[in-house]
Structures are given as structure tokens and as C-alpha cells.
């Protein structure tokens, strides 16, 4: 059992609240990702989980034992938590060889010799880094590096592994490989892993489970696919999804005819790019539009829309797809399924009847 | 707030903070620290000023009242009294000439050779960069004293000619023999490497495309080094200039030795006098003056600095730096170059090894060289290398130098450790600017200092005067700014995940250090360790007023021999002394292959 439970967890630093009376829990054996923008408080909610940072406020669990506790000051030195931890920046001590830093955590626990080079051997191979035992950090390749990193924390057997951004300083095709290299030891391990990242992309193809932080306040937890097509507030639509989220008041220029509870009141509307579509025909969800630029990006192509009123707005879809070209009149069509809709004071999703709302019971 | 009635709860918290504060080394160092400094640093200071305005032992009657009673009698005497013109007004107004002339000759000189060595191809730069800082190793004093070697006469202080005056016949004038002029000059050449040093820093960090589009739009090299390099380094220039400047205000060495034979007085001289006849009260005041002025000096620099850090964003790491070919001034400006480190390395030590071979001092013959000053015996004293006293002396100076190097150097990684570990807590604060306090204090206020407040038995200290503790001390204190310096800056370039890796490992404070810090921050800690040895060694103004017979070290040996008049045992030290520091300094360079000189400009900025 290693599941984490935070209650009321809360960290200041100075004027600054950087955690707030957050409550939640991580299962485990879950792949956990905190996404969040840079100074959101990720980092340091990890923190506070490894023992690095004191409590302000709130309790931690790991398994069965407090680890920490505001009220009797209760706290668990990060060594005795049973925790493993890759630092954003490695954190390998240079002045020692591969097998010298990932060796470290077993000679501070006096584990024996024997033991010792069994477990360094069968680690290495996990990370692949089979004979590269003598060389120094310096020699290895940032991609190498971050294995090492790994297998320092993989040895001890850590029942949690955190990762601060582990992945931020490989170049975007190591990323890649080394996502795919996690999923791998995530699986084979059977650990809980709690994973920091500001890249969403990360966090939808790694995780069991995304909890998404804002100003150090949970904005909305649940499992990726989940979080990415049903966001609960404007920011976490934003937040996640590559290409910019259109946006725009429900009033003049398209005026649509919303169903339920946002009728009759202002709204801020919401659709995703890759959910826009070129109609037809016109009917109640569609507007006149017209093409101002069409980009091609790779992989897709993008349209830049402009209504009547002055709203911009854009289209993705796939490669192959045929669209009009710059300058056509075309008719857009904003499918009822797809649209959201936004308290415009507080940002928090609003219900209409669909047949998309399972979060209508949460509302 | 129910929960604090719950039985037990005020307990456990105590224990498990207590616990916490356990877990967190850099809290409880920094509190140790700030105690120990505080003891150290702030109660002297707190000592000084208030014993400048009561009575001292010994001046009930002159100041008309009773022992430790407030007085202005010390602050009236040296201000306001028909006296005080000797007492303060000269000496501050020589301290302040010496100062700002010895200042920009220096500058001159240190920023000409940067820019020569760095910016230009001029030939054979290694070995001129080795020679270039030997005079910033070398004892400034030492320098004094060859120079009354080289331009004496017989009619003023020892009264023996130089080698000019034997050589030419030509009897040298008394303000070439002794006086304002040699002192400015003797402190010119000692300390022109200091603004070398800066300006180097600050030319090989300037990003070479800034001069090279200039190039491209058609600029000379003069037009270059006059509208783009030179306003770059300026702010570092103005450091070099304020931080040499307040250098001079303390400086004792050079102005004891060219100065007090023809009752030339600059502040440090006159506090010195004033200690070593008892007068406190005088001392104290003179103390606290000096202290305000170097205070006021740094307070300048730190303005400087802060607007150059505007520009140390616009310089990028340049790589190497731009070279301009010399063309036809190679020649001639290598030669002026070599003329010139001949005459500030190579002649000092040679005229001092000269004068310690003469029996009679003054008389160049050969007939008259003689090592009777080194180990034989001259008016029933014993030559310098078979005498128990200097032997004894050389023993204190070796303790003392490896001491202070180990305490200084252990603290200042102790201190780099709390500062970087707690930065922007008032504990990290505390501990940084405490450990700064001491750059403000001259050597010589230092000594003065420490010799009141350690006479007499304070706390759980017994009284320290006559021990080899009391040196140690106010030398580590006095060291301590360069030490927390270089220490902080040490610890800075270790990222904390390095250590928070190995916690997460279980490793203790202990395993940490070993392991981890002490091993990556080796180099910086080795640098401060070589140069606190370097400096203690050579150091003359803190110790003068703190040895006894007992804890005589070299230079306060050297010293005494010169207020005797025996030159020749004088130079003869001096000369193991310079043997030392610079053996010490290149025994280093060579075992480790890193430059611990390069830590003088980096600790003093």
C-alpha cells in the first residue's frame, strides 16, 4: 500500500500562498501527474510529499503512516518515506562515476556487498545503461543522464518515484523515447509514480490520473481523457489542448441557441479547434464565416475564421482533409456536443443539456 | 484552536520541532554562527565605541574623572584641542593624499597591464602573468624596506646610503629617502595587481560581438577601446579604484617603515603609536574613524556594483577575448612591460638578499658581504638561521598561518552553507553581513581591538593576551569576509538538489559533507585556505600590537629588528618570509593546477 492522502494541505512562502488547503489522494500504483503552469505550485506540493518543505497546515499520508502533520509538527525526515526522487536537473553528483551515484542509496543503507552489484547490474540493464558504470556525468549524453538519475532512484525500490520535470531538458525526440521509456518502467516497477509537468501532452500520454493545479488549488482531478474533453473551467480548457481554444462571448455575431440553464444569462462559449466544422448546409448551429488564411502545419492544417462582429476564431483538422481556401465564405458549424459553456465572473463550466453533460450531475 | 487543549499535543510539538530543527543543519549552524560572530565581530565593535568615550585605565587624572566614567575628554583631545592638529588633523590629511595619489597611480598601472595582456599579443604572457602578481604576494612592507635599501641616504631615518647614493655618489634628497613620496610609490607597486586583477576579470568577460560589430562599422582600435571596451568594464574600474582606495586608508606597513623615521603620520601609524605607548582612549578614537572611512569607501563600491550588474547582463561569456595585434609596439612595449616586472618583482627581493649580505650596512664592496646576519653572530646576536627566537618565531608563523587557513576556511564553506541554504531568511542575512563587518576594520584597528577586549578573561574565555589564541582569532576574524566570500560562493555553485539527493538517500549532515559538498566545492575551499595562509604569514598591522615575547611571529620579529636599527636581520626575515608566501602560493598552483591569486579579485568584488 502506497497510496497518498493530503488533507487540507497548505504551504506559504512569505505573503505568498503556494499550496492551499488542498485535500486529494493519489491510489497506488497510479502514474499521477501535477500540470500546471510554471509557479502554480507543483513543485512544491512534491516537496512537501518528499519532506523537503514543512507544512503550514494539513496532514500527509503515505500508506498507513503520517508523514507529516501541521498540528503536532509531525515530520518524517524525506529519507525515511520511502520515497525516490528525479530532480528536474538530475541532480547527479558530478565528482562520482554512474556506478558511484546510483550505488549511493544502497551504501547509506549498508546493504551488502554481493547484494549490491546484483542490484546495480539488473538495474542498469532496466534503464539500459548496461557498461557505462565508470563513466562520470559529464561523459554521458543529457538522454543518458536522465537514466542514470533513474536508476539511482530504481535501485532502493522506492514505493513512490516522484519526477519534477524529468523530461524538460532532452530535446523534443528524446522526449519522446524517454515517455515511452517511462510508461515502460511504470509498468514493469508496479510503483505509484508522481510526475510534475507544465507540458499537458505529457501529462494526457503518461498518466492513470491528472491532477490539474492552479495558484496552488486543485482546479480538476480525474483521468486523462476525462479532463481533456469534459475541462470543469475555462483555464483547464485552456490549458490543455494544442492548438488555442476559440472563445468568445455568446452575443452578437453568433448568437446561438443555447439549451438548459445558460439560455437565459450570459455565457462565455467555448470550442476546441479540432471540434469546429465546415457545414453544408445552414442550420441553429451554424454561421457564416470567412477564410482569412489557411496554414498548413504538418500533420494538420489550420483555418483562420473571421465572423461577422469582428471574432476570430480557428479550425484544425487532419492533413488529408479538403478545406476552402483563403478568402471563401463558408458556413461553421459549432456541434452542440462539442461547445462548452462558462460562467464569464468565475470561469466555472456551465451546464446545458446535451448529450455530452455527464458532469451536469457534479454542477 | 480546540485542538491545543488536547493533553500532550504542546509536548509533541516541541518534540517534533525539535526534531525538525535537528533535520535542518543549515538553521543551527547559522545560529551557532550568528552567536559566535556576534561575540566576535559585533561586541568588539560595540567595545571600540564606547571605549572611545570612557576613561581608560591610567587617565583619572588627566581626564579629571574616575576610571570607565563617560568622557569626552579623548574625542575633545583629538579634535578640538590645540593637539589636534598633530594628533588627528595631519595624520587624516597625509592618509588622505597617500590614498588618492597611491590610488590612481596604481590604477594606472594595474588597468595598462590588463589591457596589454589581455587585449593585446603581446609576447611571453604566461610567464609576465606569473611575475605581474608577484609584488600583490610579497609583504608591502618588505617593499618599504628595499626601497630605503635602494634610495636611503646618511642623513635621514638609519642613516645608511642606498645603492644609489654608493653607486653614484649622488646623495639622494630626503623626500626621495623617506616621506610621502616612497610611500606612495612602495604602495603603488605593491598593490597595482588588485585593479589588474578586476580589470582582467572584467575585459575577458566582455562578448567579443560587441567590439567586433564595431569593427564592422568602420571603428579603430582606439575608437573601439576608447567608445565600447573601456565604458564596459568602468563600473569594474570604479570598484578597483574605491576598493584600492579604502586598501590605503588602513595600509600600515609601507607608512611605518618610510614614515615614522621622519615623523610622517598617517592615521594608522598615529593609531599604532597611540596603542603601543597605552593610550586607549586616542587609539580608539583613531580606531572608529578609520573604521567610518573604510565603511563609507565600501558603501561607495556597493553602489558601483550594483549598477554594474546592468551591464555584466549585457557582456555575455565572450569566449576568448578579442586580440589587437601589436605591430610595430611589441618590441618596445614587451621591453617597458619586463622593465617593469623586473623592477616591482625581481628588484625588491634582490636588494633585500644585497643588504642582508653587508656587515657593514651601506658598504656595496664585496669585501664586505659576509653571512654573518644568517648564520653566524654579530654584537651577541645570532644570525637568523641559527637564532631560537626567529626559529620560534618562524614555528608561530607556520602555526598560525595553517591554523587560521583551516578555521577560516572551515567556517567560510560553514557559512557559504547557511547562507545558500536559508538565502532570503534574516538568519542567512545575519550570518553574511556579520561576516562582512570585519573588511571594514584596518588590521591595525583590528589588533588594537582585540588586544583590550581579550586582555582581561570575558565569559567562559579565560584572558587570551600572550597566547597564540589571540592571533588566531583576530587573524580568522580578519580573514573571515574573503573566507565567507569565497565559501558562499562555493556553495552557490552547488544546485541544493545535489544535497537534497543524497538526504533522500538517508545520508547525514556528516555523509553529506564528506561525500558531497566538501568534495564539489573542493576548489574553492583549497583558494581560500591558500590565500588565508598567505595573507596571515605576511600579515604585519593585525599582529603588531598582539605578540609578546612568548608568540613572536616572523613579521612582528621583522619589525622589531627595524625599530632596533639592525637592517640586516630585518631583511634577512624578510626574505624567508617572501620565500614562504610565494613557495606556498606556486607549490599550490603547481599540485593543483588552479590559481588561488585568481580568488584575490574574486573575493575582493
Not at chain 2, 566614567?69 to 598633530?86: C, G, I, Q
Not at chain 2, 634582490?350 to 658598504?363: E, F, N, Y
Not at chain 2, 580568522?476 to 565559501?487: E, H, Q, W
Request: charged letters at 15%; aromatic letters at 8%; proline letters at 6%.
Amino acid at each position: 500500500m502506497s497510496r497518498i492522502l493530503l488533507e487540507g494541505v497548505t504551504k506559504r512562502f512569505g505573503d505568498h500562498l503556494a499550496v492551499d488547503a488542498l485535500d486529494m489522494e493519489i491510489p497506488s500504483g497510479a502514474f499521477f501527474s501535477l500540470l500546471g503552469p510554471s509557479g502554480c505550485g507543483k513543485t512544491t506540493l512534491m516537496r512537501l510529499i518528499a519532506g523537503f518543505e514543512t507544512l503550514d497546515a494539513g496532514r500527509i499520508v503515505i500508506g498507513d503512516r503520517v508523514v507529516a502533520d501541521a498540528r503536532n509538527l509531525t515530520h518524517i525526515p524525506p529519507a525515511q518515506r520511502g520515497l525516490g526522487m528525479v530532480f528536474q536537473s538530475y541532480a547527479l553528483w558530478p565528482h562520482m562515476s554512474v556506478r558511484d551515484n546510483v550505488l549511493f542509496g544502497l551504501r547509506t543503507r549498508k546493504v551488502a556487498k554481493a547484494d549490491q552489484t546484483a542490484r546495480l547490474h539488473d538495474t542498469l540493464e532496466t534503464v539500459q545503461l548496461g557498461d557505462l558504470g565508470d563513466r562520470f556525468p559529464s561523459e554521458l549524453s543529457g538522454g543518458q543522464q536522465q537514466r542514470v538519475a533513474l536508476a539511482r532512484e530504481l535501485i532502493t525500490d522506492p514505493a513512490v518515484l516522484m519526477l519534477d520535470e524529468p523530461l524538460s531538458n532532452l530535446d523534443a525526440q528524446l522526449r519522446q523515447d524517454m515517455r515511452l521509456e517511462l510508461r515502460r518502467l511504470h509498468a514493469r516497477t508496479g510503483r505509484s509514480f508522481v510526475y510534475v509537468t507544465h507540458d499537458q501532452l505529457e501529462a494526457l500520454s503518461l498518466s492513470s490520473l491528472i491532477m490539474v493545479m492552479r495558484a496552488g488549488k486543485m482546479e480538476q482531478i480525474g483521468a486523462p481523457d476525462d479532463i481533456y474533453a469534459d475541462p470543469q473551467s475555462l483555464f483547464v480548457a485552456e490549458f490543455l489542448g494544442h492548438g488555442k481554444l476559440n472563445t468568445f462571448p455568446n452575443g452578437p455575431g453568433v448568437p446561438l441557441p443555447l439549451p438548459g440553464t445558460a439560455r437565459d444569462r450570459d455565457v462565455y462559449l467555448a470550442i476546441r479547434p479540432e471540434d469546429l466544422e465546415i457545414a453544408d448546409r445552414a442550420d441553429d448551429w451554424t454561421r457564416p464565416a470567412q477564410v482569412t488564411a489557411k496554414l498548413p502545419m504538418g500533420s494538420v492544417q489550420v483555418l483562420a475564421l473571421s465572423f461577422p462582429g469582428d471574432r476570430t476564431a480557428t479550425l484544425e483538422a487532419p492533413r488529408h482533409t479538403q478545406l476552402p481556401d483563403a478568402g471563401t465564405e463558408v458556413l461553421v458549424r459549432f456541434s452542440p456536443r462539442r461547445l462548452m459553456a462558462f460562467d464569464p465572473a468565475t470561469g466555472q463550466r456551465l451546464a446545458f443539456t446535451g448529450p455530452r453533460d455527464r458532469h451536469l450531475k457534479s454542477v | 484552536m480546540a485542538d491545543t487543549f488536547t493533553p500532550g499535543l504542546r509536548a509533541r510539538r516541541l518534540a517534533n520541532r525539535a526534531r525538525q530543527v535537528r533535520a535542518n543543519p543549515a538553521l543551527w549552524i547559522g545560529a551557532i554562527l550568528l552567536v559566535v560572530f556576534g561575540y566576535l565581530i559585533a561586541a568588539p565593535m560595540l567595545e571600540i565605541a564606547t571605549g572611545s568615550a570612557r576613561v581608560q585605565d591610567g587617565d583619572a587624572r588627566r581626564a579629571g574623572a574616575d576610571i570607565g566614567t563617560w568622557t569626552a575628554y579623548y574625542w575633545h583631545r583629538l579634535v578640538a584641542s590645540p593637539l589636534a592638529e598633530t594628533l588627528l588633523y595631519t595624520p587624516l590629511r597625509n592618509t588622505l593624499v597617500i590614498s588618492a595619489v597611491y590610488s590612481v597611480i596604481a590604477m594606472v598601472m594595474g588597468v595598462g597591464l590588463a589591457f596589454l595582456m589581455v587585449k593585446t599579443d603581446l609576447p611571453f604572457k604566461r610567464a609576465i602573468s606569473v611575475a605581474i602578481l608577484v609584488p600583490y604576494i610579497v609583504p608591502s612592507w618588505t617593499v618599504a624596506l628595499a626601497w630605503t635599501t635602494l634610495f636611503g641616504n646618511d642623513r635621514v631615518g638609519i642613516g645608511a646610503p642606498g645603492v644609489v647614493m654608493s653607486l653614484t655618489g649622488w646623495t639622494t634628497p630626503d623626500w626621495l629617502a623617506y616621506g610621502p613620496v616612497p610611500i606612495i610609490a612602495v604602495m603603488a607597486f605593491n598593490y597595482y595587481a588588485f585593479s589588474y586583477l578586476l580589470t582582467v576579470g572584467a575585459l575577458s568577460t566582455i562578448d567579443r560581438g560587441l567590439e567586433e560589430s564595431a569593427q564592422l562599422h568602420g571603428a579603430s582600435e582606439r575608437t573601439i577601446a576608447r567608445r565600447i571596451t573601456l565604458p564596459l568594464i568602468l563600473p569594474a574600474l570604479g570598484s578597483a579604484f574605491v576598493l584600492t582606495f579604502a586598501e590605503g586608508i588602513g595600509s600600515f606597513g609601507p607608512a611605518a617603515i618610510l614614515g615614522i623615521p621622519v615623523r610622517y603620520d598617517v592615521l594608522a601609524t598615529s593609531l599604532y603609536q597611540s596603542a603601543a605607548i597605552g593610550r586607549f582612549g586616542e587609539a580608539y578614537v583613531l580606531t572608529l574613524l578609520l573604521i567610518v572611512m573604510a565603511a563609507v569607501t565600501i558603501y561607495a563600491n556597493t553602489l558601483l556594483i550594483g549598477r554594474r550588474r546592468s551591464f555584466t547582463t549585457l557582456t555575455g561569456k565572450g569566449g576568448s577575448a578579442r586580440v589587437i595585434p601589436l605591430g610595430r609596439w611589441r618590441m618596445p612595449l614587451l621591453v617597458l612591460v619586463l622593465a617593469f616586472v623586473g623592477i616591482a618583482a625581481v628588484l625588491p627581493i634582490v636588494l633585500l638578499i644585497w643588504q642582508s649580505l653587508q656587515l657593514r650596512i651601506g658598504d656595496y664592496s664585496l669585501s664586505n658581504l659576509s653571512l654573518a646576519y644568517w648564520i653566524g653572530e654579530v654584537d651577541g646576536l645570532r644570525g637568523i638561521l641559527v637564532d631560537p627566537r626567529v626559529q620560534s618565531a618562524a614555528w608561530n608563523s607556520l602555526r598560525l598561518g595553517l591554523m587560521v587557513a583551516v578555521l577560516t576556511a572551515l567556517t567560510g564553506i560553514l557559512v557559504g552553507y547557511v547562507v545558500v541554504n536559508r538565502r532570503g531568511t534574516w538568519l542567512a542575512r545575519g550570518v553574511e553581513q556579520l561576516a562582512f563587518v570585519p573588511y571594514v576594520i584596518p588590521g591595525i584597528a583590528f589588533g588594537a581591538i582585540y588586544l583590550t577586549m581579550f586582555a582581561q578573561p570575558i565569559g567562559p574565555l579565560p584572558s587570551l593576551y600572550g597566547t597564540l589564541w589571540i592571533l588566531v582569532l583576530a587573524a580568522s576574524v580578519n580573514r573571515l569576509p574573503f573566507a565567507s566570500r569565497t565559501g558562499v560562493s562555493a556553495m552557490m555553485q552547488i544546485s541544493p538538489s545535489l544535497e537534497e539527493a543524497a538526504t533522500l538517500h538517508g545520508a547525514g549532515l556528516g555523509t553529506r559533507m564528506r561525500r558531497i559538498l566538501l568534495p564539489l566545492s573542493k576548489k574553492g575551499f583549497l583558494a581560500g585556505f591558500v590565500l588565508s595562509f598567505i595573507s596571515t604569514i605576511k600579515d604585519l598591522s593585525l599582529v603588531i600590537l598582539l605578540v609578546t615575547p612568548s608568540t613572536n611571529v616572523l613579521t612582528a620579529l621583522t619589525f622589531g629588528y627595524i625599530e632596533l636599527g639592525r637592517r640586516q636581520f630585518a631583511d634577512a626575515i624578510s626574505v624567508v618570509i617572501v620565500i614562504i608566501v610565494l613557495g606556498a602560493t606556486w607549490g599550490v598552483q603547481w599540485a593543483t593546477r588552479t590559481d588561488p591569486l585568481q580568488g584575490f579579485g574574486d573575493t575582493r568584488t
